[in-house]
């Protein structure tokens, strides 16, 4: 989370603000387990952050909560948006009155697999919490971002990091040195939920080497990562929307170290050699028509 902290007028009194970026993320390997007795399933999953990213401008102005959302995106702004949800709990646990306007720029793109609502979510609570002076320590910051949602956790700080459980457990890893990435989404919307019933049952079919990836991670071995991509997901989206499949192929054909799609998709990416392979894939991927196509790079946080 950056944050800026800055002082409006508004009928000539100053005006508390915080200028702040959710960063989404990738999903550099994505295996999925038990189903648990919550709902949720186990999840083993390495998650990057990257440079792509939301803005949102905590406000102290207007009355109660209220969430505009710019850029005609067509998140909900009632209390369906995280960022009002968050802002709700957090009213309701600590007694807060004051007035808050959430301003929320949305850049990345929504139900693709790249943690937007998530990240939104866990930036508002550490706005918030520094905005009203909650006490929070880090155990209680990361029990609330689990109940707001199960990818919430990881964003608290992003960068790399290995989730377990349903999303909660995060074990850090040194981010990735900056590495080109092309986002390449097909114009259609995946729910998280269906996706999870679209998986077959049992635990055939190749599964990812968290281990492995690990391991090149440590060891900033780019060229490995992307040859350890791998997302269990990723078949049976495709199975739905072949263009999943044809956007990998053609990311592969360009100079690139490996690619996969993020989350429960649609996104594709790739992690890519340098900015010019970055810039020809991403024309090459433009032509393939109804695909909307970004070029960002890895990016961690120095908090
Ligand atoms: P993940 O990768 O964690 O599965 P995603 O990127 O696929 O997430 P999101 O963009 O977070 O999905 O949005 C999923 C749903 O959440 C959408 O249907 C959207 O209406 C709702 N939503 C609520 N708040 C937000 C928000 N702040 N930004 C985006 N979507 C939001």
């Known amino acids: ?9 508004e009928g000539g009194k100053p005006v508390k603000e915080l200028h702040l970026n959710a960063y989404a993320k990738v999903n550099l390997t994505l295996d999925v387990g038990q189903e648990r007795p919550d709902g949720y399933h186990e999840i083993e999953s390495i998650m990057h952050t990257i440079a792509l990213h939301d803005s949102i401008t905590l406000r102290e102005a207007g009355s109660g909560t209220e969430v505009v959302v710019q850029d005609g995106s067509s998140v909900p702004t009632d209390h369906r948006n995280l960022v009002a949800r968050t802002a709700e709990m957090l009213r309701e646990m600590f007694g807060v009155t004051r007035p808050l306007q959430i301003e929320l720029t949305k850049r990345i793109p929504v139900a693709a697999g790249l ?6 979510a866990a930036v508002t609570l550490l706005g918030l919490a520094q905005m009203w002076k909650l006490r929070l320590d880090g155990r ?27 999303g909660e457990r995060i074990t850090y890893l040194p981010p990735l040195p900056t590495t080109w990435i092309v986002l390449a989404r097909p114009r259609t919307e995946v729910s998280t939920a269906w996706a ?15 281990a492995a990836m690990v391991e090149a991670m440590k060891r900033e071995d780019v060229r490995e990562v992307g040859r ?10 495709a199975s739905h929307h072949p263009l999943v499949r044809d956007l990998k192929t053609r990311i592969l054909k360009g100079e690139a170290y490996g690619a996969s799609m993020s989350g429960t998709g649609p996104t594709v990416f790739g992690l890519m050699a340098n900015e010019a392979a970055a810039r020809k894939t991403a024309d090459d991927l433009r032509a393939l028509g109804d695909v909307d196509v970004h070029i960002t790079r890895t990016f961690a946080e120095s908090r």
């Open 196 to 210: 999870y019933r679209q998986l077959p049952a049992g635990e055939a079919g190749p599964r990812p080497n968290t």
């Open 1 to 9: 989370m950056s944050v800026e902290v800055g002082k409006r007028q």
């Open 140 to 166: 209680e910051m990361l029990a609330l971002a689990t109940k707001l949602g199960a990818d919430v956790p990881f964003f608290l700080e992003g960068g790399g990091a290995v989730a377990r459980g349903k």
């Open 228 to 237: 350890l991509l791998h997302n269990v997901f990723e078949d049976t989206i």
């Open 115 to 120: 943690g937007g609502g998530s990240s939104d």
